[in-house]
């Protein structure tokens, strides 16, 4: 069975500065998605970035980017320039490209943001 | 956008009850899911749902049945509530991977304390 570890429960950065979130997966596959989600207070998961295995390229979007170790089964999230707003729970998730099949997640990482 | 609708976003009821928590999306996917949130352990499956009146059991589905009934509604019922189920339950669905976006979307989550 596949399965997401998240090895950090707690994480806190100084605004502005950057941060690196954890993740590690297991699988035996070699075709599927990685992703990074954050639910900050109001409890709506929000979807932050997306990685498809086979691509090499590491995913970016504005101050969020992942470094994808595709042998080493990691999947970490890099926050530049962070703000106050990005204050929440991150949650790393995997899932297989195989149709209908479920979303397995990390046991999240609070991020604490100071000002 | 796609939106995921929850019918409650709190609730409270008595052991022994049975309980549903509604789920409805508008944008015609295929997968639903239910998922239940506690400190510490992450997003847990119970149940997600492939096609109208198709179902799989997650990885905690003691306790719990659903319905689908219509591709748009997703049903968790809880047959006979214990405190053990107070917790945050998430409703999200998808598309089948290989239909443009793979992501899950969420709903706003319901908060449930069973008493």
């Known amino acids: 069975a596949q399965t997401v570890t998240q090895s950090q429960p707690e994480m806190s950065v100084q605004e502005a500065e950057t941060v690196t979130l954890s993740c590690t997966y297991d699988t035996s596959e070699s075709d599927y998605y990685l992703f990074w989600y954050k639910q900050p207070p109001s409890r709506q998961m929000i979807l932050v970035i997306r990685q498809e295995a086979y691509k090499q390229q590491n995913a970016t979007e504005n101050r969020f980017s992942v470094n994808f170790q595709k042998a080493a089964k990691s999947f970490s999230l890099k926050i530049s320039d962070s703000q106050l707003g990005d204050a929440a729970m991150y949650f790393c998730?995997?899932?297989?490209?195989?149709?209908?099949?479920?979303?397995?997640f990390g046991a999240g990482t609070i991020l604490r943001v100071k000002s | 956008d796609v939106k995921v609708t929850q019918s409650s976003r709190y609730l409270v009821k008595r052991t022994g009850e049975k309980v549903f928590l509604e789920c409805v999306q508008d944008?015609?996917?295929?997968?639903m899911f239910w998922y239940r949130q506690d400190p510490g352990l992450g997003l847990r499956l119970i149940y997600f749902?492939?096609?109208?009146?198709?179902?799989e059991k997650g990885d905690i589905p003691e306790g719990y049945s659903v319905s689908r009934e219509k591709k748009e509604r997703f049903s968790l019922i809880l047959e006979s509530a214990s405190t053990n189920q107070t917790s945050m339950y998430l409703c999200?669905?998808?598309?089948?991977?290989?239909?443009?976006?793979?992501?899950?979307?969420f709903g706003q989550g319901t908060r449930l304390t069973v008493v």
């Open positions: 998730a995997y899932r297989r490209r195989e149709y209908g099949n479920k979303l397995v």
């Open positions: 944008m015609d996917h295929e997968n």
């Open positions: 749902s492939y096609d109208v009146k198709m179902k």
């Open positions: 999200a669905s998808s598309p089948p991977p290989g239909q443009g976006r793979t992501e899950a979307f």
